[in-house]
């Protein structure tokens, strides 16, 4: 018999009738399929032994129907009334056991079954019925019991996350595990939130998405719509619905769902819908968080599978140009107070975009342009919308990338202008944010302060001017700062630090004493600016 999963790997699948021809009971009496093929994937729900000649008042549906041939109505007209009524009450198949009164089946037999498409089996060696019934009704009763078992351990599971408060992702993730098949959480507006894919890739799951799930009509309860098969359920709560949670087929043909499939897809719906209630954040800032995330991490199988992602999101990934911005709020501000505003403002603006919390006080947002469009005017539009919300944030772009799934970088390079940019530091001319092009000297320290490397070259290239100063109550480090910024011009540095000619040159012998230096060299002179510019920055720290 063909495979059925063992308990734990996968929904037990309903015996057929090409299974049950397969067993060594049947297989013994050569079994010859006459009619009916393309049908023998009909589940067997029973077995009948009949030797009436009316059956069909006696079947339920889904029974293999075994004769010896015995009472089968000798007109042509009685033999297709004998097979209509099998074919209307649904039965899976007819086998006939060609011994004793048939050693060929009848023409009008054949022709009925083959009219009916009711598959016709025939047995040319005698075979005990009784041994075939024991047979198939221990497996049918065994898939029942696994099946109870299932679905046991399916209220179980689903119990389990409800009572431990998980969220989307572990919800739809549990789904798919439990499962086998891809499982997919929608909005409204038919934009794929969350997919676990499971036999498929990101992409074959979520390529044109929304026209996909545009052709599935909604359907208030689980079953199977649409032109693809997919199985849905409605997640909703009190007559309010959310969206809906969608199971694909497989990716082998024909592979259809069970009733386990609809119970496991149920118990997901009620599981998001309490997860939704428990976790208020909307289903739209979890799936953009992720996303990003995503993105940022580059944890994507290829560069198609991210791509069909966040489409299903609604951004426009076939767009010239991508621009990531990153927001980073003061410790008493709530990240939604600053996102959900900054989502309308570019909808209102009509720029395609994700935002999303990366991190505990830091949002961020990628914005997808068409070619020739300029970022820079929806980054200060960005900028001036949190200055509104948190003046005390901080807003720093990094470059343009060409492609989806080179967002990373432009993500990473607005990452270096964050941690260059102290509170409180002074905005570009003309502009509300930051970016690459505004990191100089002080700022680069800035980001390196906590670098034991950089407090040590600070150390040890002004220690002993710093110690002197302390001991004697002089300010040769300040004299050497006019030094430095006069770019080595004794008279600037000497009217700036208001000091005669003679007392400057007095002042900068003793600063080349104390720190054997040269003042005069233009390496030297360099290497001291860059300790001085860092130790006014570990200073401000």
């Known amino acids: 018999m063909n495979d059925h999963h063992p308990a734990g790997q996968g929904p037990t699948r309903p015996l057929t009738v090409a299974d049950v021809l397969a067993l060594p009971v049947l297989a013994a009496g050569q ?35 075994l004769t010896t041939g015995m009472p089968l109505p000798q007109d042509a007209a009685g033999v297709r009334r004998y097979v209509d009524e099998l074919a209307e009450v ?3 198949a007819l086998v006939i056991e060609l011994v004793r009164r048939y050693h060929r089946p009848p023409d009008t037999l054949v022709d009925a079954c083959r009219r009916r498409g009711l598959p016709l089996v025939t047995l040319a060696k005698d075979v005990n019925f009784l041994d075939v019934t024991q047979v198939v009704h221990s497996l049918l009763l065994g898939n029942q019991t696994e099946a109870l078992r299932r679905t046991q351990r399916i209220h179980e599971a689903f119990t389990a996350l409800t009572l431990r408060g998980a969220g989307l992702e572990d919800v739809v993730r549990a789904a798919a595990d439990m499962s086998g098949h891809t499982v997919v959480l929608e909005n409204l507006v038919h934009q794929a939130l969350i997919c676990e894919p499971s036999g498929l890739t990101m992409e074959e799951a979520l390529a044109d998405w929304e026209r996909r799930s545009r052709a599935t009509g909604p359907g208030d309860t689980s079953a199977t719509h649409g032109p693809e ?117 570019l909808n209102t603006a009509g720029v395609a975009a994700l935002v999303g919390e990366l991190a505990s006080g830091r949002l961020g947002i990628l914005l997808a342009l068409r070619t020739g469009q300029p970022w820079r005017p929806f980054a200060e539009r960005l900028a001036r919308t949190v200055r509104r919300l948190a003046p005390e944030a901080i807003v720093s772009a990094g470059g343009e990338v060409g492609d989806l799934t080179d967002s990373a970088r432009s993500f990473r390079e607005a990452a270096r202008v964050a941690e260059a940019t102290p ?11 930051h970016e690459l092009s505004d990191i100089g000297l002080g ?39 006019h030094y430095l910024e006069a770019a080595g011009n004794k008279t600037t540095a000497a009217r700036r630090g208001r000091l005669s000619r003679e007392t400057m040159y ?23 600016h860059v300790a001085l510019t860092a130790l006014d920055v570990l200073r401000a720290g």
């Open 229 to 345: 098969g997919w199985l849905t359920a409605p997640v909703e709560y009190q007559g309010e619905r959310w969206g809906r949670v969608v199971m694909l087929p497989a990716r082998i043909s024909g592979a259809g769902f069970g009733p386990e499939d609809i119970t496991l897809l149920e118990r997901t719906a009620m599981a998001l819908t309490v997860a939704r209630l428990i976790h208020p954040t909307p289903w739209e800032r979890t799936a953009h968080r992720n996303a990003l995330l995503d993105l940022v991490e580059q944890r994507h199988r290829s560069a198609e599978d991210a791509r069909a992602r966040c489409a299903a999101l609604g951004l426009a990934t076939d767009r010239g140009h991508f621009v990531a911005v990153l927001v980073d709020l003061p410790a008493k501000q709530r990240a939604v107070e600053v996102e959900a505003p900054l989502a309308l403002e």
């Open 31 to 65: 079994p010859t399929v006459v009619t009916g093929a393309p049908h023998l994937d009909r589940a067997v729900r029973w077995v009948h032994i009949t030797e009436l000649t009316d059956p069909a008042s006696f079947l339920k549906g889904g029974e293999l129907v």
């Open 90 to 92: 649904g039965a899976a």
């Open 506 to 528: 007095q002042r900068l012998r003793t600063i080349e004493r104390l720190l054997d230096r040269d003042l005069e060299s233009g390496d030297q002179r360099t290497e001291l």
């Open 443 to 481: 700022r680069v320290l800035y980001a390196l302060r906590e670098d034991p490397r950089v407090q040590e070259y600070t150390e040890r290239q002004l220690r002993r001017l710093i110690d002197h100063d302390t001991q004697h109550g002089t300010d040769l480090l300040t004299t050497l700062r």
């Open 423 to 433: 509170p409180g530091q002074p905005l570009p001319r003309n502009r509300s944010f």
